[in-house]
């Protein structure tokens, strides 16, 4: 006899199948970045994934959890592909190591592992290495055909002798430089006209990698994997600050178009905000903090001393989620009518 | 007329199409029929034939008990050969009394006189159908004369008839429908005289075109007013509440009864038999049961009450690889142990079981907060929060987001990506509250009957002194007196109360008899029974605080669905069974079997009147009832395996817990925990 309760029927949905199809939506985002970029992404991933799998069955195999399973969630590579994205595709090998473990080791499992962790694990890792190597994490590659894989293999292997060959600015970063040094006399126009760098929405090439990170993020959206509301209010809250800035000084601001295909935007829309277990759970809870993490994404990318916002943004939204959660909870079945109720009775 | 919608809600596979291939069949008549008194929701009817006795097809063999009660009938004609406790559809396998039926095959009728409404009037058509044993047949099984009354909010707007029939697998409805139109038309139309409602809806999911077809000819051959509704296909639809709301656009919370609104809702089998019994003197004594699953067959029966499972499923033919009966639909059904277990007014469905229809479920992977619960859930509530603070056995919060608005529809267990058994996490969580409500009252309630006993001793001494010649029979007369007195149900009376806890229980007049033991302990039970009966209603704790008794009974009727389908959780403190002890210093043997008795009874009692709904466990015999909630401690530690573990990411599933079936196993830790005071 056997003795199971109620339902007998599960819908045919796993932990695996969901982080299985967030990476499959990332395909078409990496799939731009290598066109534009050169492979060594591809490299980055790869040591991303080894590392956050290693360390993965390491910290389940101390906590004396069955490694298989957590293992076959596939969230570690989740985390591993977010952070290796958002970093520089030519830090050394190293760098990438220690964001990977800080995810995994501190931000994952020291908090209790999958479902406990309270910051999202990727920009933990991402905002460690931002803090303690600077200047690393600012080198980028420009624009590079297939040509440029070898010195960017070089780099990442850790011999940085070359590098200046490889690296520009990217287009956040080189327009906020351009205003400063023109101090205030150049226009965000002048500055776009550069084609060298800056393409028809964004930054050149990073616009067809935001467009790849778009098209996974609304195939997400339409698999139900996540609902609308992080994503809308993310790129909704972008848009209106950055309109607005921009409607009102139209010279020293970037257009909201530039703002959304530039940077983390839409990685941090579709893919990092979008983390369900350090954000925001209530539908309105979602946009408040989608909003909010957008709006600290904005200013500190424009105002602030890093070159984009989304990590930092999306980390401290994560310290309020507590609190939004629980000024956010939707009403139950019968409660507009329990209102009326207490109204009556109070009466 | 416009739809409405509810939010939430999934969309499994309906799997309907198998039963409906064929048209409704006659079970052919069993040799013996095992019919047990306690079928609906509220008292149990008191057997009033004996054995030996010949019966007649609807003849009454259970009487009614109290308002909140529906007689019982035979279903065939032969000789009652035994009134005994018989094994019963509910996942605890635990016993009931049951009147068993040889069978004369002559099936005769009693005679049957079809009734008038006209010349009852509405009191006494409320009254016959009582007496013709209608009780809700949606699986809630509640006496639908009780729910024939207009409410508080006086005249009501809309009569809903309920033939959505969301879960799937059961199509008894549906054929019903199909086939029975006129009749379930006739019976709503009784219905709409009786409570006059503005507007009658007959909502019909609109996977099922040929009832809403049969229903609409049916409506317009009576020249009713009705209006047939084709509502979408969305489990749980068929829930009174969420098909009210879908209907009317009203939500009826938890805590109110759906009159509050304006509205009331039976289901159309309900209707249909209703219509029977006025019209031709027909008490119920059969139901339609959809037969499928993993069967070479699947069909709707119609099926006499009383038949044994093993019979009915027979008809199907299930397949070799069967490993078990579910009653029920697939998402609030329960696992039979028994398959002698007879059915009842609640078997709406049979599904035989086996790994391959509902493959073992996926272990139990930590909770990513992906929301997909909340997103499915029909009363909009938090599972996922509410299995946090479940597990973190911090009730409180749990209470404070809603637990006990949770109608255990699964439909958050369904959807989960990680496999989290979520409704069994609130069905511990329920029971766990219960329990621990239920030892905060025992503690007041031990300290009113400590003072009235040391008033009472005080005043028996002084009786005695006064008629010292007489004091040895006026004792004796005592006894009875005594155990009646404390059978009313007045839970205020203090001496109501001498019996509800194993401690206070043996000094009670009853366990004192020095008399005729055997009846002192009978009558101690039956006081606790009854009393049980009387303050379930009230000692509910649930987010619906400060309810009226009334109002909370009707909240009863509301978790029926979920009563019908999960009778087994109804949670015996987990606490209260256990240090439910015969006391150490027993002195004779009779003494302490009579103690235990009375202490298994107030169990249960505290059982039932924390449950606030009845289980099929009444009328057993004391050792029977401690054997409940032995049974019930055991699921609910087993229950508390899996939330033991403060990380547990790797708990097992609760239900392959290779240790839950054996009598020996030891209460989890967390068991333990909980039941030291
Ligand atoms: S569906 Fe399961 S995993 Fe997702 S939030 Fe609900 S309980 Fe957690
Ligand atoms: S079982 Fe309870 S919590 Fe889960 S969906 Fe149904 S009502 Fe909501």
């Known amino acids: ?347 | 007329m416009g739809i409405f919608s509810f939010k939430g809600g999934v969309k499994p596979a309906s799997h309907k199409a198998e039963s409906t291939a064929l048209p409704i069949g006659e079970a052919p008549l069993a040799a013996r029929y095992v019919v047990p008194l306690h079928q609906s929701i509220g008292g149990t009817p008191r057997p009033c034939v004996a054995v030996g006795d010949a019966v007649l097809r609807g003849q009454r063999i259970g009487e009614a008990d109290g308002w909140i009660s529906a007689a019982v009938h035979a279903p065939t004609s032969g000789t009652v050969v035994a009134i005994e406790d018989a094994p019963m559809p509910h996942p605890s396998g635990l016993p009931a009394l049951a009147v068993v039926i040889e069978a004369d095959g002559c099936d005769a009728w009693i005679e049957r006189q079809p009734a008038d409404p006209a010349a009852l009037g509405p009191d006494g058509v409320r009254a016959y159908l009582q007496q013709s044993g209608v009780v809700g047949l949606g699986g809630a099984v509640f006496p639908s004369h009780a729910k024939l009354s207009a409410g508080k909010a006086g005249a009501l707007d809309e009569l809903v008839i309920n033939g959505a029939e969301c879960e799937p697998y059961i199509t008894c409805d549906d054929l019903l429908m199909r086939e029975r139109a006129e009749g379930i038309v006739a019976g709503t139309a009784l219905f709409r005289d009786l409570l006059k409602p503005k507007r009658v809806l007959i909502g019909i999911e609109d996977n099922k075109p040929e009832a809403i077809a049969a229903m609409q000819a049916a409506v317009a051959k009576a020249g009713e007013d009705f209006a047939v509704v084709a509502v979408p296909t969305r489990y749980p639809t068929g829930g009174a509440k969420e098909l009210i709301r879908v209907l009317t656009g009203k939500e009826v919370p938890a805590a109110q009864r759906s009159t509050d609104q304006g509205v009331q809702c039976f289901n159309v089998a309900t209707a249909y038999t209703a219509w029977r019994a006025v019209a031709f003197g027909e008490p119920v004594t059969s139901r339609l049961v959809t037969v499928t699953g993993n069967v070479g067959s699947a069909r709707n029966w119609d099926v006499r009450i009383g038949t044994p499972i093993a019979e009915v499923m027979a008809l199907a033919a299930p397949n070799p690889d069967t490993d078990g009966v579910v009653m029920g639909g697939p998402m609030m059904g329960v696992m039979l142990p028994d398959t002698a277990a007879p059915v009842v007014k609640a078997t709406n469905c049979l599904i035989a079981h086996s790994p391959a229809l509902f493959p073992p479920k996926p272990a139990e992977m930590p909770c990513i907060r992906c929301g997909e619960c909340a997103r499915a859930c029909p009363h909009q509530l938090q599972p996922f929060e509410l299995y946090w603070w479940s597990r973190a056995k911090n009730f409180g919060k749990a209470q404070e987001y809603a637990l006990f608005d949770c109608i255990e529809c699964g439909c958050c267990n369904f959807v989960c990506p990680s496999h989290i058994p979520l409704v069994s996490y609130f069905r511990f969580a329920k029971s766990e509250i219960w329990a621990r409500e239920k030892e905060k009252a025992a503690a007041e309630a031990a300290k009113t009957r400590f003072e009235f006993k040391q008033l009472r001793d005080e005043r028996e001494k002084a009786e005695k002194a006064e008629r010292l010649a007489k004091a040895a029979a006026r004792q004796a007369e005592k006894t009875a007196p005594a155990a009646t007195a404390s059978e009313r149900p007045a839970p205020a009376a203090p001496g109501a109360d001498v019996t509800t806890s194993a401690t206070v229980a043996a000094p009670s007049p009853a366990a004192d008899g020095n008399g005729d033991a055997e009846a002192a302990k009978k009558a101690a039970i039956a006081a606790a029974l009854e009393r049980a009966r009387a303050q379930r209603a009230s000692a509910v704790p649930r987010n619906t605080d400060g309810l009226s008794p009334a109002r909370q009974a009707e909240i009863a009727a509301i978790d029926a669905r979920r009563e019908s389908a999960t009778p087994a959780t109804a949670p015996t403190p987990v606490a209260s069974a256990a240090p439910a002890p015969v006391p150490a210093d027993a002195t004779t043997d009779e003494e302490a079997a009579k103690k235990a008795a009375i202490a298994a009874a107030m169990a249960r009692a505290r059982a039932q009147r924390a449950a606030a709904k009845p289980r099929n466990t009444d009328n057993l015999t004391p050792a029977q009832q401690a054997a409940v909630a032995a049974i019930d401690q055991r699921r609910e530690s087993t229950g508390l395996a899996s939330p033991a573990g403060a990380t547990g990411t790797a708990a097992a599933p609760l239900s392959t817990d290779p240790h839950a079936a054996p009598a020996s196993s030891p209460p989890a830790a967390d068991a333990d925990r909980t039941s030291t005071p």
């Open chain 1, 1 to 347: 006899m056997i003795d199971q309760p109620a339902p007998y029927l599960l819908k045919p949905a796993s932990v695996t199948r969901v982080m299985a199809q967030v990476l499959l939506a990332l395909v078409p985002g990496i799939a731009a970045y290598v066109w534009w970029f050169g492979p060594a992404i591809l490299v980055q991933l790869a040591i991303a994934s080894a590392t956050a799998l290693a360390a993965e069955a390491a910290m389940l195999g101390l906590r004396g959890k069955p490694v298989g399973p957590a293992l076959a969630d596939l969230s570690a590579l989740v985390t591993a592909w977010l952070l290796a994205l958002t970093l520089p595709p030519i830090v050394p090998w190293w760098l990438t190591v220690v964001a990977v473990l800080f995810a995994i080791v501190v931000a994952k499992h020291l908090y209790g592992g999958l479902g406990q962790n309270p910051f999202n694990p990727a920009m933990v890792g991402f905002a460690v290495v931002i803090v303690s190597y600077p200047a690393l994490v600012s080198q980028w590659p420009g624009i590079s055909g297939p040509d440029a894989f070898a010195a960017q293999l070089d780099a990442i292997l850790g011999h940085r002798a070359g590098l200046d060959a490889l690296t520009g600015a990217t287009p956040l970063d080189h327009l906020k430089t351009a205003l400063k040094l023109a101090e205030g006399n150049g226009s965000v126009a002048a500055v776009l006209a550069d084609a060298g760098i800056y393409g028809p929405l964004g930054g050149r090439g990073w616009e067809w990698v935001g467009l790849g990170y778009l098209a996974g993020g609304l195939f997400l959206v339409a698999r139900r994997i996540m609902t609308w509301h992080v994503p809308a209010a993310y790129l909704g809250a972008m848009a209106v600050l950055a309109g607005a800035l921009w409607l009102f000084d139209g010279a020293s601001f970037a257009s909201p178009l530039f703002h959304l295909f530039s940077g983390g935007t839409l990685l941090g829309a579709f893919f990092i905000a979008t983390d369900p277990v350090s954000g925001s759970t209530t539908p309105r809870g979602k946009l408040l903090f989608a909003a909010g993490a957008a709006t600290l994404a904005y200013l500190i990318r424009v105002f602030g001393g890093y070159p984009d916002g989304v990590a930092f943004g999306v980390l401290l939204m994560n310290l309020c989620v507590p609190l939004i959660d629980m000024y956010t909870q939707p009403p139950i079945f019968g409660a507009k009518a329990m209102a009326e109720l207490g109204r009556k009775e109070g009466r």
